[in-house]
């Protein structure tokens, strides 16, 4: 079983930043990550695809409406993933949950049902 812990989250005004983190660990075992992912779900709304890395050679994949604000990035030696969050609007207010695909895609999926472990969220709040 792998345990993701997500941080970072917090309310910014419209135009600020955040950088999200992701700790990944497993208990008394070894773990194999393929790609890491950022969704998000808003109230009311579908969980949606934010970012994802591919945990080796750092390939990456980006919901268009993150393009150009947003990085993902990735340290391995700490098993951490972060996200980095600039030029933040209000839409962008949900809350952000990372997760583990254990199998080797190549770009890092953007579907969530191919995500197998899930960490329990942070709050990003944007205010106007």
């Known amino acids: 079983q792998v345990q993701l812990v997500e941080s970072g989250g917090g309310l910014v005004q419209t135009g600020g930043s955040l950088r999200l983190s992701c700790a990944a660990s497993a208990s008394g075992r070894t773990f194999n990550i393929y790609s890491m992912g950022w969704f998000r779900q808003a109230p009311g709304k579908e969980r949606e695809f934010v970012a994802a890395?591919?945990?080796?050679?750092?390939?990456?994949n980006y919901a268009d409406s993150v393009k150009g604000r947003f990085t993902i990035s990735a340290d391995r030696f700490k098993n951490t993933m972060y996200l980095q969050m600039n030029g933040l609007k209000p839409e962008d207010t949900a809350i952000y949950y990372c997760?583990?695909?254990?199998?080797?895609?190549?770009?890092?999926?953007?579907?969530?049902?191919?995500?197998?472990?899930w960490g329990q969220g942070t709050q990003v709040t944007v205010s106007s």
């Open positions: 890395i591919n945990w080796s050679g750092g390939l990456t």
């Open positions: 997760a583990v695909d254990k199998e080797p895609r190549r770009p890092p999926s953007m579907a969530p049902g191919t995500y197998d472990y």
